[in-house]
């Protein structure tokens, strides 16, 4: 089982970039991918996720609004469009994925509700 995250970079305030996760591996079908961050001297916080089944996404507080999560599922590739970035979205973004998890309505609670973990991409959004 392997998720690879590709797209991270450096960005001005106000600024987009795209993450991708793309997963392989699986004999099964994931029930939903994740995406956490972690920026320096802070705990991992869940971003968003999307639930495979019925596409259902879900946003924390702080990116709702400005972060898009999709899919495709054939690809199985998982997207994550980050728009009007902030200083504060700086961080090491991971995505993860389980395959039995619904996403809840405010993202993906806690990191030890998913399996599996890609290595993760930096994002660095500049002021």
């Known amino acids: 089982v392997q998720l690879v995250e590709s797209g991270g970079g450096v960005a001005q305030s106000g600024g987009s970039l795209r993450l991708s996760c793309a997963a392989s591996g699986f004999a099964f079908d994931y029930s939903a991918i994740g995406w956490f961050r972690q920026a320096p001297g802070k705990e991992r916080e869940g971003v968003s996720c999307?639930?495979?089944?019925?596409?259902?996404?879900s946003y924390s507080e702080s990116v709702k609004g400005r972060f898009t999560i999709s899919s495709d599922n054939a690809k199985k590739t998982v997207y994550l469009q980050m728009n009007n970035l902030k200083p504060e979205d700086t961080g090491v973004y991971y995505c993860?994925?389980?395959?039995?998890?619904?996403?809840?309505?405010?993202?993906?609670?806690?990191?030890?509700?998913?399996?599996?973990w890609g290595q993760g991409t930096q994002v660095t959004v500049s002021s």
């Open positions: 993860a994925a389980d395959s039995d998890y619904y996403c809840s309505d405010y993202g993906p609670n806690d990191p030890g509700d998913f399996s599996f």
């Open positions: 999307i639930t495979r089944s019925d596409g259902f996404t």
